[in-house]
C-alpha cells in the first residue's frame, strides 16, 4: 500500500513539474481550452437566461378562442374541458360575453372611443376562450384541436387569435431561441473537438521531446501506467487551471456588464437573471467546469499515449 502511494505521488509531482518544462505547449492548450470551457459556461448560462425570458413569454401569451353567440355554455364548458385535457395546454379561462366585455374595456381603459362604440353596440365582443401554452413549439397542436370540425363550427371567422402579425411574432421568438440554443451546442462541439485534439498533439510532441527518458524508463522496467501517468496528470492539471481561468472571465464580464454598462437585458437575453444565476449556481457551475475540464484533458492525454507510446497496456 505504501508503495502504490508513493508511486502515485511520484508521477503527481512528475505530472506538476512536467507543466512547468513545457510552459509554451500548456498555454497554448490552456488557451483553447479556456476558450471551449467558457463557452460551455456561457452556454448553460445563457439558455438558463432564454428559458426563464421564454417561460415569462409564454406566462403572458395565449390563444384566444371566439365563440359565437348562438354557442351556448355547455357547448363552451364542453370544449374548456376538452382543452384542458391536451398535453400542449397549461391554463384554460372561459369568459362569456359579459365578461368579455369587461376585459376589452380594462385593455382599452384609455381609449374611450372604443370603449363608447362598443357600449353603443350591444356589446360586440364575442364569448373568448384563453388557453395558455406550456411550450410556444406546442401552439400549433392547440390550433389543430381548435380546428376540428365540431370546434370550429362553434367559432367565428376570425377564431383562433394565432394567426397574422400575432403568429408571426410567436414563430419569430420561437425561431430565435431555438437557433440560438443549437448554435451553442454547436460551438460547444466545435470548440471541444478542436480543444482535444490540440491537447493530443500536446501530448505527442512532450512524448518526442522526453523519448530518451521514456526508453529509459522502459529499459529499466517501468510499468505502461507509471510512465503514462505524468502526462494524464499533465493534461489534467490544464483542464483544472483553464476552468478557474474561465470562471474568472465570466465573472468578470458580469461585473463589468453590472458596473460599467449598466446594462439589464440584450435582447432576449435577460443579463440581470443571468448573472443572478451565475451567483446562485457558483459552486455547481465551477465544479461542472473543472470536472469538464479534467475530463478532456485526461481522455485527449490517455487516448494519446496509448497511440504514441505504443506499449501494450498491462
Same mark, same amino acid.
Given at each position: ?37 467558457? &463557452?460551455?459556461? !456561457?452556454?448553460? +448560462? ?5 428559458? =426563464? *425570458? $421564454? ?99 362553434l367559432q367565428t371567422a ?29 460551438? &460547444?462541439?466545435? !470548440?471541444?473537438? +478542436? ?5 493530443? =498533439? *500536446? $501530448?505527442?510532441?512532450a512524448i518526442f521531446n ?54 439589464s437585458s440584450l435582447g ?47
Amino acid at each position: 500500500m505504501q508503495r502504490k502511494l508513493t508511486t502515485l505521488s511520484r508521477i503527481f509531482q512528475t505530472g506538476a513539474i512536467n507543466c512547468i518544462r513545457n510552459i509554451s505547449l500548456a498555454v497554448a492548450a490552456m488557451a483553447v481550452m479556456v476558450v471551449t470551457l467558457t &463557452i460551455v459556461l !456561457f452556454s448553460v +448560462i445563457t439558455n438558463a437566461a432564454f428559458t =426563464n *425570458t $421564454i417561460a415569462q413569454i409564454t406566462d403572458k401569451i395565449s390563444v384566444s378562442a371566439y365563440l359565437k353567440d348562438s354557442t351556448t355554455d355547455a357547448q363552451a364548458n364542453e370544449l374548456v374541458a376538452e382543452l384542458k385535457k391536451q398535453s400542449a395546454v397549461n391554463k384554460v379561462t372561459y369568459l362569456n360575453k359579459g365578461q368579455a366585455l369587461q376585459a376589452y374595456v380594462k385593455q382599452n381603459e384609455r381609449n374611450q372611443t372604443l370603449i363608447t362604440a362598443a357600449a353603443q353596440a350591444g356589446n360586440p365582443i364575442p364569448a373568448t376562450i384563453q388557453i395558455y401554452p406550456k411550450n410556444l413549439n406546442q401552439i400549433n397542436e392547440i390550433k389543430n384541436t381548435l380546428s376540428k370540425l365540431e370546434n370550429a363550427k362553434l367559432q367565428t371567422a376570425d377564431s383562433p387569435s394565432y394567426n397574422g402579425d400575432r403568429k408571426q411574432a410567436i414563430d419569430t421568438i420561437t425561431h430565435a431561441t431555438n437557433v440560438l440554443r443549437k448554435i451553442g451546442i454547436i460551438s &460547444i462541439i466545435v !470548440f471541444a473537438i +478542436i480543444c482535444a485534439l490540440i491537447i493530443f =498533439n *500536446t $501530448i505527442q510532441m512532450a512524448i518526442f521531446n522526453r523519448r530518451d527518458e521514456i526508453t529509459i524508463m522502459r529499459l529499466l522496467g517501468a510499468k505502461t501506467s507509471y510512465i503514462r501517468g505524468p502526462f494524464v496528470v499533465e493534461s489534467a492539471i490544464y483542464g483544472l487551471l483553464s476552468a478557474i481561468i474561465s470562471i474568472v472571465i465570466v465573472n468578470s464580464a458580469f461585473l463589468a456588464s453590472n458596473s460599467a454598462l449598466q446594462a439589464s437585458s440584450l435582447g432576449l437575453l435577460d443579463i440581470a437573471y443571468a448573472n443572478e444565476y451565475f451567483n446562485t449556481h457558483y459552486l455547481q457551475l465551477l465544479l461542472m467546469q473543472i470536472v469538464l475540464g479534467i475530463l478532456i484533458g485526461t481522455v485527449s492525454s490517455v487516448i494519446a499515449t496509448r497511440r504514441y507510446l505504443k506499449f501494450k497496456i498491462r
